[in-house]
């Protein structure tokens, strides 16, 4: 398989996954900031069951294919290639551990509130969250741009 095919599949799969932190960035984050108790949880609620329900393949798809690239790349482990497909690679993990043991656990915590029924210190829960994903957004927009870079400068 070529080089270029497997950067192609990674560099698409892992668009979806960066879109969501430049939604975020652009005009989501702000958007939630402005919501009300109620509407916030009502929309973070709806906006977690959706994105447990079929998010993981994006994952997994991004995961695999950068898996293939870092693999079919380290025949050349010095090449422009293969490090930023490493660089990709660790971005991901990091991706993927900040949201499973950071973004979850708090998602957990705002599924269990009704809309009617928050506590009082939801604001403080809800920057929690944002603090978590700001960090996810550097993860992948870095991965990205690291791929990004590589597909256009690091193959033949």
Known sequence: MSIKIVFSITL???AMI???????????????????S???TEIRQLTDM???????????AA??????LVFFTAKQPGSFAFITALIGLLALVAEILLTLKGNLPVNDVINSWTPGQVPANWESIRDKWFNIFQYRQIASISGFASLLIGAIFGTK
Not at 18 to 36: E, I, P, R, T
């Open 12 to 14: 698409f799969a892992y």
């Open 38 to 40: 109620a509407s916030y």
């Open 50 to 60: 959706s994105m447990r329900a079929s998010f993981k393949y994006v994952i997994y």
């Open 18 to 36: 960066v879109s969501q932190a430049f939604m975020y960035l652009l005009s989501l984050k702000q958007v939630q900031l402005n919501l009300g």
């Open 63 to 68: 995961l695999l294919a950068n898996l293939l």
